[in-house]
């Protein structure tokens, strides 16, 4: 069993692609850990620098305790499965999965009831002696995992295992794995650009940019508790609303939200007030999922500073429910450029187009549906203010809304990005306790 730190890591490839930026991360024993961010974030970079198969450029990685950076591959006991579960074609599938137990030289009789006993956890029990050509994806993917587990390796590797496959598929071994790895208590390093499964299989996860740590912890931590508007706008489906406003400090009322074209007002008895006041005249980005608002009769009474007005421009069903989507005037914020380095010198904000200079001579506005407005050398749609509405309810394009405001679930962060009050963690969750593997022939406990 293992540990992983790693302390202020950078990878900059030749050529000078900096991919990891001083990262510093402590993957417990036992821990299903998911490292998460869109494509380019530097995640498997960073799976394959503990693999030992990508040198470190700085920092340092420690397994177990024992600085790893020079150790070979194979002297780190780990084992990885990559998206397309690389399996030896003319061997069937006991083959594969007994090959590693071949060259460590086991025994051979043990070594066939180990494979028996993982292909019944992994149900291809029934399918050992197909050739890799003859499954389908997923019990390739099934296969690869069996044979990376084989061998009982300190450390479990999985670079997407799973994107390759369909979105039921997906979900089903998603569950399967998770099930699996927790019941042998490896520690896992699990690599994924998709936020439902960090979010349904982790003990804990990291959210990366641009090779950078934006935040740690557990699933319920990330999601109710984010470190960062990226981190926020990242975890949420359907997507959170990040709403620009300027912050004033009004004595004997409360923080004003100025967003333009409204107000919302916080009270001064808000655990959050005495962070938001440093940030009085400053531009926050005010983070609100659809849940956090409740739509009520326009001119229903509510108290002043609580309600979100606008008018309903798209309404998609979801069968449970409806998302709406309201036109408000407030400005959006983008959550891919928050917290960014600065444009290069060369950068060219980009300029309004041959037909918006067409409309502002003849005076006609940009259609309803893209309006747009200049900030800050960038372009932005006004708000699409997205809120749910009760599956019971008829709601139609073009009604006038009002949402009344859950401030205790609301999320402040200032220009930088970074949440105005700060972020709580608990203690990193002890190991894992051994839990059922569910295989195709009924659960059986470990
Ligand atoms: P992710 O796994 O999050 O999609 P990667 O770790 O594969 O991201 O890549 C991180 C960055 O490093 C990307 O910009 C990618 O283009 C770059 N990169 C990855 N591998 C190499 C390489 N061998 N040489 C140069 N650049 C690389």
Redesign the pocket.
Known sequence: MTDVVLDGVDKV???G?V??RNVRLKINDGELFVLL??????????LRMIAGLEDITSGDLWLNGVVANDLQPRERNVAMVFQEGALYPHRTVKGNMLFPLEVSGDDRAEAHAKVHELARALGINTMIDRLPRTLSGGQRQRAAIGRALIREPSLFLM?EPLSSLDAGLRTELRVEIAALVRSTGTTTVY?T?DQVEAMTMADRMAV?RD?VLEDVGTPEQIYEDPATVFVAAFLSSPPINLLQATLWAVEGEGLLLDFGAQRLLVPWNDPRASSLISHHGQTVTVGVRPDTLMPIAPGSPAPPGTVLSGQIRALEFHGHEWLAYAETGILTVDATEVGRPAAPASYEPERPGLLDRVRALIGRPAPAEEPVEEHAGHHRRRADLVFRIGAGERPNRGDHIALTVDFERVLFFGADGKRVNPVHRAPAIPKPKPREIHSHEGPRRT
């Open positions: 490839y030749p050529g692609v991919a990891v961010g869109p494509s380019g974030c530097g995640k498997s970079t960073i670079d690599v650009h990366l090779g």
